[in-house]
Antibody
Framework: QVQLVESGGGLVKPGGSLRLSCAAS????????MTWIRQAPGKGLEWVSY????????YYADSVRGRFTISRDNAENSVYLQMNSLRAEDTAVYYC????????????WGQGTLVTVSS | SYVLTQPPSVSVAPGQTATLPCGGT??????VYWYQQKPGQAPVLVVY???LRPSGIPERFSGSNSGNTATLTITRVEDGDEGDYYC????????????FGGGSQLTVL
């Protein structure tokens, strides 16, 4: 079954850290760029980061660059988002998604994991 | 930074046609993607490459892109089409490589 399953969300204090994981199954994981997209409560979608199949290229939104790090383990079919120096405005549902091979869009999404940054 | 503008809400009666615009400067020069998000669920791709439908998406969903406006059109609207719809483009000059519109909430009256 082709799917993505996120984990690792939770409540963290401002300035704290959290690591999100996304487990992929049902497709050749190493062939695909993987991306993280977030959605603040009651708000729209915001692209956060993506990484190519071989981990040689990573890209970040300005709002998270220098604080968040995307990585992947193709042997484990997993992609990660290490989030440091968290702020209240990072509170959101974080979706893992697979970038399609033929364009810059997400054809497969996980169910999301909620990150709440609050004291 | 590239901006995509969507009306916050669109309402339509069942069986009618819903037209959801997505405005952006010279958007016709970009490739537009559309996602549907129902309450409490992850987004789902409904149109890619301006006009194409992924497998499993009904023919009632169609897209177009011209000038400064891309449009998602849903014909014969059903109650199950209610949700939020987001347009998206890739823009390497923006602070976000993938730019999303603010979303339009479709209400079926």
């Amino acid at each position: 079954q082709v799917q993505l399953v996120e984990s690792g969300g939770g409540l963290v204090k401002p300035g704290g850290s959290l690591r999100l994981s996304c487990a992929a199954s049902g497709f050749t994981f190493s062939n695909y760029y993987m991306t993280w997209i977030r959605q603040a409560p009651g708000k729209g979608l915001e692209w956060v980061s993506y990484i190519n199949g071989g981990s040689s290229h990573t890209y970040y939104a300005d709002s998270v660059r220098g604080r968040f790090t995307i990585s992947r383990d193709n042997a484990e079919n997993s992609v990660y988002l290490q989030m440091n120096s968290l702020r209240a405005e990072d509170t959101a549902v974080y979706y893992c998604a697979r970038k399609n091979l033929d364009g810059d869009y997400a054809g497969l999404w996980g169910q999301g994991t909620l990150v709440t940054v609050s004291s | 930074s590239y901006v995509l503008t969507q009306p916050p809400s669109v309402s339509v009666a069942p069986g009618q046609t819903a037209t959801l615009p997505c405005g952006g400067t010279n958007i016709e020069s970009k490739t537009v993607y559309w996602y549907q998000q129902k309450p409490g669920q992850a987004p789902v791709l409904v149109v890619y490459d301006d006009t194409l439908r992924p497998s499993g998406i009904p023919e009632r969903f169609s897209g177009s892109n011209s000038g400064n406006t891309a449009t998602l059109t849903i014909t014969r609207v059903e109650d199950g089409d209610e949700g939020d719809y987001y347009c998206q483009v890739w823009d390497p000059t923006s602070d976000h490589l993938w730019v999303f519109g603010g979303g339009s909430q479709l209400t079926v009256l």
